[in-house]
């Protein structure tokens, strides 16, 4: 079974540009999320969907930040413009429920540097 | 304010030698505990899930503990082997729901 596919796995770009990265979650799982992870510290949760409904953005700078799943299957989330302080690996999870049971099945991340 | 605090931050151990790892949590209301180990450029991979209930659970030589009265877990790991170099990161289950909350990891280096 294919895992959580994530790509590009690194992108490096200038400060004020805009960037997306995308995820396509295991087949058949309807809950998607999206982690920000800073060097040396765990994931933290910027947006959570529930089939193609975004059902907790509560940690996501949506000044910058927007994110999209249509179709409740891929995923991408874009920033624009970029800052310096974006510079982290975005994880994207999926998982088949959203019950504190189910299991989150992590991608490799996207290690994103912004100059 | 729901919090994961992991210590050490840091560990080196030779190969063969055990080693514990601690973990305290403030997170309320809890459903269940996580260890997850995140090799050097990949996501996170469950090695442990806990409930309220359960005081112990092993996953081949990883054996984590939970005590939640005192709101502390540990991760032991026996034998050591050089591919357990790795981040170890505790995850707290908030509420009745999948949101975790994630401690920022003990980076372990296995040294031959």
């Known amino acids: 079974e294919a895992g959580v596919v994530q790509s590009p796995r690194y992108k490096i770009i200038e400060k004020k540009q805009p960037v997306a990265f995308w995820c396509n979650p295991i087949s058949g799982h309807n809950t998607l999320y999206w982690y920000r992870q800073n060097l040396g510290q765990g994931p933290e949760l910027l947006i959570r969907y529930e089939n193609e409904e975004a059902v907790d953005d509560s940690q996501l700078p949506k000044d910058r930040f927007s994110a999209e799943r249509l179709k409740g299957v891929d995923s991408t989330l874009k920033i624009q413009p970029a800052e310096l302080g974006d510079s982290a690996v975005y994880l994207c999870?999926?998982?088949?429920?959203?019950?504190?049971?189910?299991?989150?099945?992590f991608g490799p991340g996207t290690r994103l540097t912004v100059t | 304010k729901n919090q994961v605090e992991q210590s050490p931050q840091s560990l080196i151990i030779l190969e063969g030698k055990n080693c514990t790892l601690q973990c305290n949590y403030t997170v309320s209301p809890f459903s269940n505990l996580r260890w997850y180990k995140q090799d050097t450029g990949r996501g996170p991979v469950s090695l442990t899930i806990?409930?309220?209930?359960?005081n112990t659970k092993s996953n081949g030589r990883y054996t984590a503990t939970l005590d939640a009265d005192t709101k502390q877990s540990s991760l032991h790991i026996t034998a050591s082997q050089l591919s357990d170099s790795a981040s170890y990161i505790c995850v707290v289950s908030e509420g009745g729901y999948n949101k975790l909350i994630f401690g920022a990891g003990t980076r372990l280096a296995v040294h031959p």
């Open positions: 999870a999926s998982s088949s429920g959203t019950s504190a049971g189910d299991e989150q099945y």
């Open positions: 806990m409930t309220f209930s359960e």
